[in-house]
């Protein structure tokens, strides 16, 4: 499927779905905050008729240059939803007004953080993604949690592999952010606020910002 196909379907599908915006293969609700939360369908590489559908969040405080699912899943344990389907749309309702009342929840920084909480639980095997403890640190700084956000810090920290590039950034974005909160609790959130900005740019989100940049207490 392609772009337009994709944005077809969003508008119709928005029109049942009060607070939310679409671009690109996305729908989200809008506006955006320090959390960019809602759906996102992905092409199957495999048939061009054919695709899937994630619900997620992504905390827009964490540096990124593209759509990441770390904390997402696809609808219907991984259902192929195909364009041609009977009553396509009508299923995709359905599924997507399961997970809006799971993302409405995530309305203030105290939640997102207990639900960033969850991906940072060690598997069988002892380990915890990076990203995961990275995202729900500056989550605890988000709210105000300092001594906590400090602890998961240098945990993260600690736990970094030196050897793989990829962690040895998020190490050296995490240490700097500690060393901050460590003198100034405030500039800290001002460098997230910042880091909010340029996520939001680099996704093509700017004009669907809301005017404070960060996810209010009211539901």
Excluded at 22 to 31: C, I, N, Q, T, V
Excluded at 49 to 59: I, M, N, R, S, T
Excluded at 122 to 148: D, M, T
Aim: aromatic share 10%; proline share 4%.
């Amino acid at each position: 499927m392609n772009k337009s196909e994709f944005n077809a379907i969003e508008k119709r599908l928005a029109a049942h779905l009060s607070g939310f915006s679409f671009r690109g293969r996305l729908m989200f609700l809008a506006p955006v905050e320090s959390v960019l939360r809602g759906f996102c369908f992905e092409p199957s590489g495999f048939a061009k008729d054919v695709f899937y559908l994630w619900a997620f969040f992504q905390p827009l405080f964490v540096p990124a240059k593209e759509i990441r699912f770390t904390f997402g899943r696809r609808l219907e344990n991984g259902r192929r939803w195909r364009k041609d389907e009977r009553d396509l749309e009508s299923a995709l309702l359905s599924g997507i007004k399961v997970e809006v009342p799971k993302l409405q929840a995530l309305h203030n920084t105290e939640a997102v953080a207990s639900a960033l909480e969850r991906f940072t639980k060690p598997n069988a095997v002892g380990y915890v993604n990076p990203h995961c403890r990275e995202a729900f640190a500056y989550s605890l700084i988000r709210a105000g949690q300092v001594e906590n956000a400090n602890q998961v810090l240098r945990t993260l920290i600690n736990s970094i592999d030196t050897t793989v590039t990829w962690q040895r950034e998020i190490e050296s974005r995490a240490a700097c952010l500690r060393e901050i909160l460590l003198k100034q609790p405030q500039d800290a959130i001002e460098q997230l606020t910042a880091w909010e900005a340029e996520t939001a740019r680099n996704l093509g989100l700017e004009e669907f910002l809301g005017p404070t940049g960060v996810v209010t207490d009211s539901s």
